[in-house]
């Protein structure tokens, strides 16, 4: 009898709140029976065993699993135990350390449901789809099972709320590398990019965390009126850097210095003597520009831009006239070409004066015959 009021006496000790540690004696599919060493055996349903859905105890504990568990209810008949109020409580210590902190942390999709992703955080955690990734994300399937690097952004004990986000460190990692780049990187630098956005003045290429400027004025050695033109959202292209502004955070690219120049081997394009045909570009007091290839002009001077004397170009020559033009002299280095149209006008007038006396002797001697048949008849 003394034995007995004993451990009715240690029954009756434990309270509501207290830890305990026992041994999983049974498994069964709804519930574990915990020795914790009184004369029954302790319960813990199912619904106490994880913050998390779960369809089996087997699925958290195995027989023999040594747990910390917490009490729930103590009457005569019966002890029930919480593994999760034990898991809930330490859990919500280290999130709230971690959100003092920003530390980033790693957890388990443990579930797709409607608006995010659940995580198993020793708690129910949940990330929203928009705190996922820093892109769209149609179908969040794939991410089940996954371990993804966290931060806590929002807790509420009280709500029992743990609100975290994939999103942030990706950001938080993106910023470092944008940062570390900014310090690195240097005008006349060459490097790969990815154009992400296009615009009328011109296109933004992603040079590994940062977006620079691609003017249209740098697309091409030729005019161009739209940058699409030029170049796709999502192509890879290689810039060079002109100029950086870290204050700003602001860099300027080039595509066109990345690419040969329209003067680049022009010697072996156009040679001296070579007629080729152009289009006037501009009309200035000393001549007129013609463009003979994209982006390569030469200068008519005015002086051989007709045979006979002209006061100004524009009296002979208009802005968007085909032309046919001589080649005087090719300067790559200079990127300078002198052109002639009188040159060819005047080699059109001799081949015509040749042609004329040829035909002149030719009809001259014809015309003899039939000037001397006819006064033969009047004889």
């Given at each position: 009898m003394e034995e007995m009021n004993h451990e009715i006496s240690d029954f009756k000790a434990l309270n509501i709140g207290d830890q305990v540690t026992g041994k999983v004696m049974k498994v069964e599919e709804k519930q574990v029976l915990v020795d914790i060493?009184?004369?029954?055996?302790?319960i813990v349903p199912i619904s106490e065993l994880s913050s998390l859905h779960i369809e089996n105890a087997s699925d958290v504990v195995s027989e023999g699993d040594e747990l910390t568990l917490k009490v729930k209810k103590v009457d005569d008949e019966e002890v029930v135990l919480s593994k999760r109020a034990v898991d809930a409580d330490k859990a919500w210590e280290e999130l709230e350390a971690k959100f003092q902190s920003g530390e980033n942390f790693e957890a388990v999709v443990k579930d797709v449901v409607k608006g995010g992703l659940v995580v198993d955080v020793?708690?129910?955690?949940?990330?929203?789809?928009?705190?996922?990734?820093?892109?769209?994300?149609?179908?969040?399937?794939?991410?089940?099972d996954k371990s993804l690097s966290l931060k806590v952004v929002e807790l509420d004990r009280e709500q029992n709320r743990v609100i975290l986000s994939h999103r942030a460190v990706i950001e938080e990692q993106d910023e470092a590398k944008k940062q570390q780049l900014f310090e690195s990187i240097e005008a006349g630098d060459v490097i790969e990019g990815t154009v992400q956005?296009?615009?009328?003045?011109?296109?933004?290429?992603?040079?590994?965390?940062?977006?620079?400027?691609v003017h249209i004025s740098q697309l091409s050695h030729q005019h161009v009126d739209k940058a699409s033109d030029v170049v796709e959202e999502g192509q890879t292209v290689k810039v060079k850097v002109l100029s950086v502004d870290r204050d700003n955070e602001?860099?300027?690219?080039?595509?066109?210095?990345?690419?040969?120049g329209p003067w680049e081997?022009?010697?072996?394009?156009?040679?001296?003597?070579?007629?080729?045909?152009?289009?006037v570009k501009r009309l200035v007091n000393f001549?007129?520009?013609?463009e003979v290839l994209p982006g390569v002009e030469g200068l008519v001077h005015i002086s051989q831009i007709a045979t006979e004397h002209i006061g100004t170009p524009q009296e002979?020559?208009?802005?968007?006239?085909?032309?046919?033009?001589?080649?005087?002299?090719?300067?790559?280095?200079?990127?300078?070409?002198?052109?002639?149209?009188?040159?060819?006008?005047?080699?059109?007038?001799?081949?015509?004066?040749?042609?004329?006396?040829?035909?002149?002797?030719?009809?001259?001697?014809?015309?003899?015959?039939?000037?001397?048949?006819?006064?033969?008849?009047?004889?």
């Amino acid at each position: 009898m003394e034995e007995m009021n004993h451990e009715i006496s240690d029954f009756k000790a434990l309270n509501i709140g207290d830890q305990v540690t026992g041994k999983v004696m049974k498994v069964e599919e709804k519930q574990v029976l915990v020795d914790i060493g009184y004369k029954v055996d302790a319960i813990v349903p199912i619904s106490e065993l994880s913050s998390l859905h779960i369809e089996n105890a087997s699925d958290v504990v195995s027989e023999g699993d040594e747990l910390t568990l917490k009490v729930k209810k103590v009457d005569d008949e019966e002890v029930v135990l919480s593994k999760r109020a034990v898991d809930a409580d330490k859990a919500w210590e280290e999130l709230e350390a971690k959100f003092q902190s920003g530390e980033n942390f790693e957890a388990v999709v443990k579930d797709v449901v409607k608006g995010g992703l659940v995580v198993d955080v020793g708690l129910r955690g949940f990330i929203p789809a928009s705190l996922v990734e820093t892109h769209y994300v149609e179908d969040f399937a794939e991410y089940k099972d996954k371990s993804l690097s966290l931060k806590v952004v929002e807790l509420d004990r009280e709500q029992n709320r743990v609100i975290l986000s994939h999103r942030a460190v990706i950001e938080e990692q993106d910023e470092a590398k944008k940062q570390q780049l900014f310090e690195s990187i240097e005008a006349g630098d060459v490097i790969e990019g990815t154009v992400q956005r296009i615009t009328d003045f011109g296109a933004f290429v992603d040079v590994g965390g940062i977006d620079g400027l691609v003017h249209i004025s740098q697309l091409s050695h030729q005019h161009v009126d739209k940058a699409s033109d030029v170049v796709e959202e999502g192509q890879t292209v290689k810039v060079k850097v002109l100029s950086v502004d870290r204050d700003n955070e602001r860099v300027s690219l080039s595509l066109k210095e990345t690419q040969p120049g329209p003067w680049e081997n022009i010697e072996s394009k156009i040679q001296p003597g070579q007629v080729v045909e152009g289009t006037v570009k501009r009309l200035v007091n000393f001549g007129a520009f013609v463009e003979v290839l994209p982006g390569v002009e030469g200068l008519v001077h005015i002086s051989q831009i007709a045979t006979e004397h002209i006061g100004t170009p524009q009296e002979v020559l208009e802005v968007g006239q085909e032309v046919n033009v001589k080649v005087l002299d090719v300067n790559e280095a200079e990127k300078r070409m002198s052109l002639s149209i009188k040159e060819i006008e005047a080699e059109q007038d001799q081949q015509d004066i040749k042609q004329y006396e040829k035909e002149e002797e030719s009809s001259g001697f014809q015309l003899g015959d039939i000037l001397g048949d006819k006064l033969n008849k009047y004889k």
